[in-house]
């Protein structure tokens, strides 16, 4: 069974760059078939998905985000990174790995504050 497990800071101040990265075990992200997402949930909100990338590499964006959005890949060290640029408090939220066959990870606090 694929494991995810988020990592990343829990603060973040305004304006700079919110980085998380996303550890695979159990499963290599470049398996044919897969996809690996990032997903959201800020307070008292519903789920928002972000974005993805596939196991050939190939990257896709939620409309609402791409221009503050990359998501990269490391294969050597199995996991998948996200950047979301000039954060400001509402970017505050519950972020999420998971993989496109319903893995999740437990998921992140990361705050955006001053």
């Known amino acids: 069974q694929v494991q995810l497990q988020e990592s990343g800071p829990g603060l973040v101040k305004p304006s700079q760059i919110l980085s998380l990265t996303c550890t695979v075990s159990?499963?290599?992200?470049?398996?044919?078939?897969?996809?690996w997402r990032w997903i959201r949930q800020p307070p008292g909100k519903g789920l928002e998905w972000m974005g993805a990338?596939?196991?050939?590499?190939?990257?896709t964006y939620s409309p609402s985000l791409k221009s503050r959005t990359s998501i990269s890949r490391d294969t050597s060290k199995n996991q998948f990174t996200l950047q979301l640029s000039s954060v400001t408090p509402e970017d505050t939220a519950v972020y999420y790995c998971?993989?496109?066959?319903?893995?999740w990870g437990q998921g992140t606090q990361v705050t955006v504050s001053s």
């Open positions: 159990g499963g290599s992200i470049t398996t044919n078939g897969y996809y």
């Open positions: 990338i596939g196991y050939s590499g190939s990257t």
């Open positions: 998971a993989s496109n066959i319903g893995d």
